[in-house]
């Protein structure tokens, strides 16, 4: 039998036509992977069934809910808050020189020369005058702001420093039109005296500021962490030397970190109303974030899916906090830390504030009352892969914009009256037994 | 922790209106453990299936193997389009099926002897349904999914005998064995307030049947052919528990094939699938009942390209699917008519078969399904 190939001249035709075909059915099944039915032949065709059904069921499952109030942490400020919101919030800040040097170098001599004169003296200072969503933009109306030495032996207790603020301490006050604000850089004149004398005896030079308006108004400057204050002055006519800010405080030597943190930092004058005591809250400043620990149904949790999972809170109007009337935005987020650590306080630190990895948000305005709910399906999704000894199964709540925005929202907490506790409203699916058609 | 209220209501009275019998799924065809593809080859459906009795390639006949003449290897792709058409409202689907591999090996003028694997089920499909779902007070929208993804397979060992010119002689052993992956979720528009939800597990089936075929030939004029299938036991698990037991349809069929015109066949066939023993294995509303497949059809030789005729093929089949379908368990009638080709190139090494075929199917309940499937057999002779 003759096995050569041995087609005729119309065979190539039929072998193109070939090839086509099966091009087309190697693109046919390519295109058929899936199947997928609209199902307008449902329900004639798929009858009503018992298998999957969502369930929905509600829980008192909060074990644990409590606020905390500090946040950020002294000298973690970023950026520094300088308020001035009448009868609801008065911050100040803290910049601290303490190291300025006896000697200069002058371009013309040789060796460095002692300060023994000092023709003027400022504090440049930047502003963050970005536009976050909820906070104050920049004042409308004139502010001052005064400088007063408030270098003490005491380091950071506000009780210490504020007695300091008074007009025999003042070294200096600027006011600014708004206009000039918006420069974002801004030069604060010390008396040149007082920078003199910590020259001369070598010590340390501490300034507190002081926003003075007629208005509710606040400005943040840009913390020691980005582009920090700068101590400026001139020793002589044609020579300016340049100070950065250091923190000589504390001194013991494992506290390296903090003294970096406190070259700048802000304390509160006034601080806000607190909240009753059932309640729970977030924001304010320094901010509040709260703890909520579940005690959750583990045959719901862990046997079926949960689809759906809404904190629901009831809220208790704040009609004293900063922008009571502006909404504020409060994120939860999952606390990663296992049994373990049961200091709340602690637990709370470890969370780091970022929006973008929130399960979800919910807005609120301060002075409002009434139920608000807040989706929490995918941190519950995360607890059944979880054990509870490794992952808590408990969240913190804080506001997306802490340490800048002083409003503050506050919601009864599980001490608060049945109807007005926390809740959560599960939705899930129970265990599906897949069988025979 | 305290549990404040529990309810199913409207939550699950929003969405049982969707809800899906996972037994159930939106066309006619695949209804129970899924359709039948008849285990026949490309060559023998474009002749509607009457010739699937003579056909080597098709797993239907052992005795037809001695037809093979020199050892092949052979498989075929099967892409189906379907259309499911409710009132004025119609769903398209794709269904890509792989139904039947089969290498054939001649010893000697008188015996061939084959292993061939065919879908004996196919249960492959996927159905969508868009509804709106109430959480108290919300409603989202959401669709439910439901389907499956396997088939029940039927593995053959098969060996024929021809003592003379006049008669073939065929057994076969079968090995049924099938998985099946069946899964229903539901996925949520608002997907940040809403979690999806998908589950699944693997169904899988195991059992055995005979098989025996005979023909008779008059050469040059006609061959009468017989085939029946033995069912054994089938048994249905799901992970390590036994769901239950069925038994594997016998079948029976008959094909009476003129083959006066050289090269050429015009054949007629029908066969009794008893698929009502496979309803031990039905839990949900779609019975299997018995079902006969009459089809006719020719397989005609062309004109020649090369050494070979270019073959044409032509035929008509009519049968009832093996499961009911709607609330009332009505039968699912198919008609279809196909055309297809087939060629030897390569010398005579390579066979190709392809084979375009529209089935209309219809249970007279509203709804009404008409499908094209595209079936490409590829076979080596080495």
Known sequence: MNRRFDFRSSVPAISRLLIALGLFGVAALSACGEKLEAGAACPLLCPATKDVNLKDTTVDAVSIDTSVAGFPTIGEEAPLLLAARGDTLDTRVIFRFDSIGKTYPHPTVPADTFVTHVDSATVRVVLDTSTVTGVPGLPTQPVTIELYDVDSPADTVAADLLPLFTASRLLGSKTFAPESLAKDTLFLPVAPAAVLDRAIHG???????????????????????????????????????????????????????????????????????????????????????????????????????????????????????????????????????????????????????????AADSLRVVPADSGTRKLELVNLVRIWRNTKPELTQRALVLAIGEEGVNPAIAAFFASEAPIDLRPRLQLTYVPKVTLGLP | MRKLS?????????????????????????????????????????????????????????????????????????????????????????????????????????????????????????????????????????TFNFGSSGSINDLRIGASWAPNTYLRLGLGGHLISGSDRVFVGRTFAQSSAFGNFADSTTLGFDGGAVSAGIQLVAPGLAIASASFR?????????????????????????????????????????????????????????????????????????????????????????????????????????QSFSGGLGMMLGGGRVLTDVTVLHARRDAGIGVSERAWTLSIGFGIRP
Do not use: C
């Open chain 2, 6 to 142: 529990t309810a199913g209501l409207l939550v699950a009275a929003a969405t049982v209106l969707h809800g899906a019998s996972l037994g159930a799924q939106a066309n006619l065809s695949g209804q129970g453990l899924g359709f039948p593809t008849g285990q026949i080859s490309t060559r023998a459906e474009g002749a509607g299936g009457a010739t699937a009795e003579l056909d080597p390639l098709s797993m239907v006949n052992p005795a037809a193997l001695g037809f093979i003449g020199a050892t092949t290897l052979f498989f075929q792709i099967e892409p189906e389009y379907r259309r499911v058409t409710i009132g004025s409202r119609t769903d398209n689907t794709t269904t890509a099926r792989y139904p039947l591999f089969t290498a054939v090996l001649p010893v000697g003028p008188k015996w061939a002897f084959s292993v061939s694997s065919a879908t004996l089920l196919d249960r492959t499909w996927t159905t969508s349904v868009d509804s709106n779902v109430v959480f108290g007070s919300d409603t989202v929208s959401s």
């Open chain 2, 230 to 334: 033995k069912g054994g036991n089938l048994n249905a698990t799901r992970n390590d528990t036994a769901l239950g037991s069925a038994r594997v349809p016998d079948r029976l069929g008959f094909s009476l094939a003129y083959i006066g015109a050289a090269g050429s066949q015009i054949a007629a066939r029908t066969s009794l699938d008893k698929w009502s023993s496979l309803n031990a294995l039905s839990q949900g509303t779609s019975q299997a009942v018995d079902a006969w497949d009459t089809s006719v059809g020719a397989d005609l030789a062309g004109p020649r390209l090369g050494s070979w005729p270019l073959m044409l093929r032509i035929g008509g089949r009519w049968r009832t699917l093996p499961y009911t379908a709607g609330p009332g368990n009505d039968k699912v009638k198919e």
């Open chain 1, 203 to 357: 010590t340390r030079l501490r300034i507190g500021l002081r926003l003075v308006s007629p208005t509710s108004t606040q400005l943040r400057i840009v913390s020691s962490a980005t582009a920090g204050a700068v101590l400026r002055f001139k020793p002589a006519a044609d020579t300016a030397v340049t100070v950065a800010l250091r923190s000589m405080t504390p001194t013991d030597s494992s506290l390296v970190t903090l003294q970096g943190d406190l070259r700048d930092y802000v304390i509160t004058a006034k601080g806000i109303t607190p909240p009753p005591p059932n309640t729970i809250s977030v924001g304010g400043y320094p901010a509040r974030r709260t703890f909520l620990r579940f005690d959750l149904p583990s045959h719901i949790v862990d046997s079926s899916t949960v689809v759906r999972a809404t904190l629901t809170l009831t809220q208790y109007p704040m009609r004293a906090s900063p922008s009571a009337l502006d909404s504020l935005g409060i994120y939860p987020f999952a606390v990663t830390a296992g049994t373990v650590v049961t200091d709340i306080s602690r637990l709370l630190r470890l969370v780091t504030v970022n929006t973008l990895s």
